[in-house]
């Protein structure tokens, strides 16, 4: 496995494919190409010549780092190799004063695995807030 740590030749219709079949969503390559551009610390993981894992983290240095999109293609899922991806943005923002990750419903005992707790204060507006509801990302209480 290769890992890359910067957006240098990066293939970002390859990266929205592993998206769409990982399956996280319809994210088009060049709105890809603009949040991992923006993105303190990002990996994407090659076997060979294959886009098999990728994933990014927000950070401003000292207080937050938000990991997110985290993707791991079909055929790799269920070897560590999510794992590692979340692993190596830890690493990468070690120093902050918290890391906080965003996953889909019923992954949470996944990350709870790797260290993470569930926060009780977290709010979020969304653009489609009817399919954030749907989808049970958030709750109107």
Not at 16 to 23: D, F, K, M, T
Not at 70 to 93: C, F, N
């Amino acid at each position: 496995m290769e890992w890359r740590l910067d957006c240098e030749r990066i293939d970002w219709e390859r990266l929205s494919e592993l998206y769409r079949i990982a399956p996280l969503g319809d994210k088009p390559a060049a709105d890809l190409a603009v949040v991992f551009g923006n993105s303190r610390y990002v990996c994407f993981v090659y076997d060979g010549e294959r886009l098999v894992g990728a994933g990014r983290a927000l950070a401003d240095g000292l207080d937050c780092s938000y990991l997110c999109d985290i993707a791991v293609h079909p055929d790799y899922q269920g070897g560590g190799l999510g794992k590692a991806i979340i692993e190596r943005l830890k690493t990468l923002s070690a120093g902050h004063r918290k890391i906080i990750l965003y996953a889909n419903p019923g992954k949470e005992g996944f990350y709870r695995k790797l260290g993470f707790l569930r926060m009780r204060t977290a709010m979020a507006i969304f653009l489609n807030r009817e399919r954030a509801l749907a989808t049970g990302l958030v709750a109107e209480d």
